[in-house]
């Protein structure tokens, strides 16, 4: 099976995290890979719960998806950085 492309899974996040009423940064990240076929996609979102990171795993056919911390300067934040890795172009 193909991976899910840059656009569809732009789309899926978007539609998933509005579901869940999980703020996302409307500025998307897109980052090449060594395979010139393939792109990561990251995102800035307010919070990532665990039901949703799944949710996500589940609903695109890429490599991975997963979350990390953002660093807070002056105090501990819920933001995260969710990368999508291996979207086809």
Known sequence: M???TTKTA???VRNICAANNISLSKHTYTNM???PELRNLCFT???MPA???QQL???LNVKRVHATKT???AMPSTARYLRIVHCAK
């Open 2 to 4: 193909q991976n899910t």
């Open 57 to 59: 795993q589940q609903s």
């Open 71 to 73: 660093f807070a300067y």
């Open 51 to 53: 039901a949703v990171l």
């Open 33 to 35: 890979c060594a395979d």
């Open 10 to 12: 732009r789309n899926i």
């Open 45 to 47: 979102v307010s919070s």
